[in-house]
C-alpha cells in the first residue's frame, strides 16, 4: 500500500520561506491602507516592473516586486544570477518609489519615510506641497496590469 503525504507538507517547503516575511500586524496594516486600490506599474532599469499601490489620501504607496525579478535581477531573460552590486533591493525600491512620482506629475513631492514589510514589498511615505486631492478627483495614472488578459 502506497503512503501519500498530505498536500501541505508537500508544499511546506515552498510556502514557509514565502509567509517567513508576512506577520499578520503586516498583513493586517496592508490590507487596510490599500484594500480595493488598483495597481500601477513603473519601470526602472532594464525594464524591471514594480506594482505600485497609491493611497493618495494618506499620502503612502506601496511598492511590490516579483520574486524571480529579485531574485535574478536584469537577467532574467539569461536566467542567471549576476547582480549589479550598486543596484541593491532597497536602491531600486526607492528608485522606484522616486520614478512613479515623477511619472503622476508630482515630481516636487519628497520621500519622508520608508518600510519593508519584506523582501518583495516596501512602503513609502511622501510629502507634497499641493493639498490632498478630494476623493474621486480624477489623477494621472500609469496602465495598471490586468491579469488574464492578453494584449493583442
Not at 75 to 94: E, K, T
Not at 125 to 150: D, I
Request: aromatic residues 6%; proline residues 7%.
Amino acid at each position: 500500500m502506497v503512503r501519500r503525504l498530505p498536500l501541505l507538507v508537500l508544499a511546506a517547503p515552498v510556502l514557509l520561506p514565502a509567509l517567513a516575511g508576512c506577520t499578520a500586524t503586516s498583513f493586517s496594516y496592508i490590507s487596510k491602507t490599500y484594500v480595493g486600490l488598483p495597481s500601477q506599474v513603473v519601470t526602472i532599469g532594464c525594464k524591471e516592473p514594480y506594482e505600485v499601490y497609491d493611497n493618495r489620501q494618506e499620502r503612502r504607496m506601496l511598492v511590490v516586486s516579483n520574486g524571480l525579478r529579485e531574485l535574478t535581477g536584469c537577467n532574467l531573460n539569461d536566467l542567471r544570477i549576476d547582480p549589479d552590486p550598486a543596484a541593491s533591493r532597497v536602491g531600486r525600491f526607492r528608485t522606484a518609489a522616486r520614478a512613479y512620482l515623477d511619472e503622476t506629475v508630482r515630481e516636487e513631492c519628497a520621500i519622508t519615510g520608508e518600510t519593508d514589510f519584506d523582501a518583495l514589498k516596501s512602503e513609502f511615505a511622501y510629502s507634497c506641497s499641493a493639498p490632498v486631492e478630494k476623493r474621486g478627483t480624477k489623477v494621472p495614472r500609469l496602465p495598471g496590469r490586468r491579469p488574464g488578459l492578453l494584449s493583442q
